[in-house]
């Protein structure tokens, strides 16, 4: 298979993790004799910085024509605290999932049996939970009008749904919930928000075409506290934007680190694929960054493309750097690898996972390949 990849890095950390997601797929594409073609364009910060623009439209053309995208971070402290700030990095994400016409996030929540005591969470509590979070992405607060008066004291944003926004993300999570265990649980604040009523009544009119599936319902402020006490009770969360983006970044903790989550963005026809962490300013250029949710990003675009097998080693390879514990500080604070050599370990096994057996630490200090 041959596929053109936008690959936009961003700011931040993001630059570094990306590096890793495209060593390999790389490695990928050499097993299995794919062709990816990559194609670098400025985003964010970075991207403000050189045109004034948080998205060029040479950026936004490229990914309108490229087969998919692969998303670093963005945000920069100069932006982040400057409340005055007329442009923002995020202006561009927002854009870009619009004009791509990327309507649902898919987040997947399931932690490694090796990272669990990294969790602050108690083993008991999250060993065996599997959920994913289909989040609704062009819809909402994030995208209402805003208003704010001229004395600057009075501030509005319109949260909006219409039938269809609501209706096309849920078919989607009914259908995953078909290939899994079939439960969807919608999460909203019906007893509050008109929204999230309409919610309740179009998401129950499409639960019809799925009998299958079982669909029960949550306020939002009782599942940010069942992600914590019982996530097992979860298969796929169903919900609007804001509360989608709230509740996938406190069930990072049931993993151990945001840093190993992935995320896939889709539309009818575009993709976009990330992790959901930020650009973590702070790390940038010290090779400290977990690079596994952008390599596990990748792996969600092979999947999207049908390359199941390839996934496949990409999970088995991202698994067995964990276990080796070839990972990053924010998964085992004495550490001594880096975001290079967990990329170089992952990519070497894909090349090479036979060669396993003889799997020296030393090497990924000095630069050689991680399995010899």
Known sequence: MNLKIAVLAGDGIGPEVILQAKK????????????????????????IDKTGNPLPEQTLNLCLNTDAVLFGAIGDPKYDNNPDAKVRPEQGLLRLRKELG???????????KSLLDASPL??????????????????????????????GTLASDLCEYSEEEIARIAHLAFKSAQNRRNKVTLVDKANVLETSRLWRKVVKNVSAAYPDVALDFLFVDNAAMQIILNPKQFDVILTENLFGDILSDEASVITGSIGLLASASLGKTNALFEPIHGSYPQAAGKNIANPIASIL?????????GLFEEAKNVYEGVKKSIEYQVVTIDLN????????????????FILNKDDLLYFNRNNVHIGQSTIV
């Open 122 to 151: 108690k083993r008991e509590y999250i060993e065996g939970t599997d959920f994913t979070i289909f989040r609704e992405l062009t819809g909402g607060v994030y995208f209402g009008e805003k208003k704010l008066n001229e004395a």
């Open 297 to 305: 990003s990748a792996a969600l675009l092979l999947e999207h493309f």
């Open 102 to 112: 990327l309507f649902a996030n898919i987040r997947p929540i399931k932690p490694y």
């Open 333 to 348: 604070p004495g550490s001594t690898f880096g975001t290079n050599e967990v990329g170089e370990f992952v990519s070497n």
């Open 24 to 47: 390999v797929l790389y490695a990928v594409g050499s097993v299995y004799n794919h062709e990816f073609v990559f194609e670098d364009a400025l985003m964010g910060a970075v991207a």
